[in-house]
């Protein structure tokens, strides 16, 4: 069992921290994020940022909204927090950008800059150096945009190991045209801070945790996906 304590999110129309409203679906109708504005959010003093392709700048920024939310964005000392994040097609879109660049003139100018994000975990090592993380960091190629195996190891892994605190989330772009599933792909990143004991006083969003059937009960309620657990957290708990 482990408690919700931070929340950071962003679609192609806003983004935020903290109790999800209204204004938040992952399913939105826009197919591209042109801009994050993410210095008028929190600040981040990581030259690295303006380089990050849009898929990494969107999980790193949903990471450092959680970590606000959660009150773990400040550090003085590395902590062991681990990362776990689920994506459907990763950093294709980069790859195939990155592709492009390289059958010009036999690779000769091939992009540099294209190539550094041809990995679809290069924002979790970003986000582990700038905020001191030196937990497992890993992504879980979730069969569909919605999917909860890799919450449902996340929730395992913190109950079963010797771990405080994690990080889990999802992160996806909507796929070129040819790879798209009829509808069902999502433009935009979400991910929540989950820890193991919360002093008196500290907020939180519930409890969450996996049933003896392996349900994933978040409030006393089955999650059977994302959008449900996402839509539980949009109404305030006492």
Known sequence: ??????????????????????????????????????????DIPHSRLGRMDMYSKMGFLAIALALKDAGLDQWK????????????????????????????DNGLFASPNLFAYT??????????????LIGQQFIVNDSSPIGISGLQLTIDTIDDEDTECMLYGLCDLFPPLEFCQHGQDIC????MVLEKTVQDGRKTYGEIYRNTMGDIIFNEKI????????????HKTE
């Not at 979790?124 to 905020?131: D, H, P, R």
């Not at 935009?188 to 991910?191: D, L, S």
Request: with cysteine.
């Open 188 to 191: 935009g990143a979400f991910f």
């Open 119 to 132: 990995l679809p975990t290069v924002f979790l090592g970003e986000a582990a150096v700038c905020f001191g």
């Open 1 to 42: 069992m482990a408690f919700i304590t931070g929340l950071g999110w962003l679609d192609s129309f806003c983004m935020g921290h903290g109790l999800i409203d209204d204004k938040y679906s992952l399913q939105s109708n826009s197919k591209t994020i042109s801009e994050l504005n993410f210095k008028s959010i929190i």
């Open 223 to 234: 999650i059977p996906n994302i959008l449900v657990l996402i839509n539980s957290l949009s």
């Open 77 to 104: 000392q590395k902590r062991d927090i681990s990362i776990i994040a689920s994506t459907m097609y990763g950093c294709l879109t980069t790859d195939l950008a990155y592709w492009d660049t390289v059958l010009v």
